[in-house]
């Protein structure tokens, strides 16, 4: 079992720039592939971005390539996302999750914290 919580949302106008983190506990960290997802008043939950075991991988959707930005830290059991440029289409609720390495499904979820881009 992983739980992770995330942190970091809030209100920012456009243009403007948050930090979200995810703080994982339980079963070893460097265990699992990261990633963020969104969800939009209305819409469906979309990937944002993921991250390999070690953080040599990246991957983002097109809609935040090259203003979005994932990390991860595994002695202190966490992963970033940071975001620039921000758009008000980027509101939603960001959701960090958990992937086994040797899975292609992402297993745990956070309970989400929400991002507000004012234009």
């Known amino acids: 079992q992983v739980q992770l919580v995330e942190s970091g949302g809030g209100l920012v106008q456009a243009g403007g720039s948050l930090r979200l983190s995810c703080a994982a506990s339980?079963?070893?960290?460097?265990?699992?592939?990261m990633g963020w997802f969104r969800q939009a008043p209305g819409k469906e939950r979309e990937f944002v971005a993921d991250?390999?075991?070690?953080?040599?991988?990246?991957k983002y959707a097109d809609s935040v390539k090259g203003r979005f930005t994932i990390s991860r830290d595994n002695a202190k059991n966490t992963v970033y996302l940071q975001m620039n440029s921000l758009k008000p289409e980027d509101t939603a609720v960001y959701y960090c999750?958990?992937?086994?390495?040797?899975?292609?499904?992402?297993?745990?979820w956070g309970q989400g914290t929400q991002v507000t881009v004012s234009s």
């Open positions: 999750t958990a992937r086994p390495v040797y899975s292609t499904e992402y297993d745990y």
């Open positions: 339980g079963r070893a960290f460097s265990s699992y592939a």
């Open positions: 991250i390999s075991r070690y953080g040599s991988t990246t």
